[in-house]
């Protein structure tokens, strides 16, 4: 029996949206389950009021017992991240107080410096990899289709510009054609997302980001992969350098609230739903 995956608001499951319920192996305990499903959360992968698998579908996506796919749920409701309700449309869903934005800043402001800088030497080295390859692999046809669904999103719709962007790094990590690159690439895009969301609240910074993109993409389609490395490069540097200015603006005055408050940003944009 084939599982029925939870689809985002938005409409059709996202890469990362689909990479969240993948088998997590031998090491399957209800801390990993937990771990992947509010790391989700907290990226803005699964978002507010929707729904989870069944606690069967969940067991069966991750390779777990039910008992640890129900622990995982009982300490994710424990921490605010999900509710459930009970009825005929019960089931588990995501808080609407589960914001994605406030984990991205207290992840942020527990990070250091060197480990913002060296998140970011090792995206470069895989994705700089993966792009490379897709500009002597690719055809610039399937290029010029992911530029063109990236082009139609309005990036004032913040959720859905970022969920793009996502897809469309990992689109071209695929057309590689390296199976092992493309799923570190994946992880480390899943990784990366909720600071990236950071980014893309602050509309100059998201402009900015939204070119580098599109000429990385422009590069693969001409089979320069060169100049993808290097246009991909200079994104992970204009990242890191907004990052850490954003840290070390807020660092000293921030007092992190608890999970049931949410802190507001300057200079922010209200994500669409």
């Not at 790391?39 to 929707?50: D, F, K, Q, S």
């Not at 580098?212 to 993409?217: D, E, M, S, T, Y």
């Amino acid at each position: 029996m084939s599982l029925r995956r939870p689809s985002p608001r938005s409409g059709r499951p996202t890469r990362l949206h689909s990479a969240v319920f993948q088998p997590i192996g031998d090491e399957g305990r209800a801390a990993l389950v937990e771990r992947r499903i509010a790391e989700a959360i907290m990226g803005g992968v699964l978002t507010a009021g929707e729904r989870l698998p069944a606690e069967t579908e969940l067991a069966a996506a991750f390779g777990v017992a039910p008992a640890t796919a129900r622990e995982a749920l009982l300490a994710l409701r424990e921490r605010g991240l999900i509710v459930t309700r009970r009825g005929r449309n019960g089931g588990s869903f995501i808080a609407d107080s589960a914001d994605p934005v406030w984990f991205a800043k207290r992840t942020l402001l527990d990070s250091s410096r060197v480990s913002l800088r060296d998140a970011a030497q090792h995206y470069v080295a895989i994705t700089a990899a993966c792009v490379e390859l897709a500009a002597r692999r690719a055809d610039p046809s399937e290029i010029s289709m992911i530029r063109a669904r990236l082009e139609r999103i309005d990036d004032h719709d913040l959720t859905a510009w970022r969920r793009a962007s996502d897809d469309a790094v990992i689109e071209v990590a695929a057309l590689s054609q390296s199976a092992r690159l493309t799923r570190e690439q994946m992880k480390l895009q899943g990784e990366l997302s909720p600071l990236l969301a950071l980014i893309d609240t602050e509309p100059a910074s998201r402009a900015r980001q939204r070119a580098l993109l599109l000429a990385v993409l422009d590069a693969v389609e001409q089979g320069k992969a060169s100049t993808a490395s290097a246009a991909l490069r200079e994104s992970s540097r204009v990242t890191v350098e907004w990052l850490i200015a954003y840290r070390e603006q807020h660092a000293a005055a921030a007092t992190l609230p608890n999970l049931t408050t949410q802190a507001s940003a300057p200079r922010t944009e209200r994500s669409s739903t």
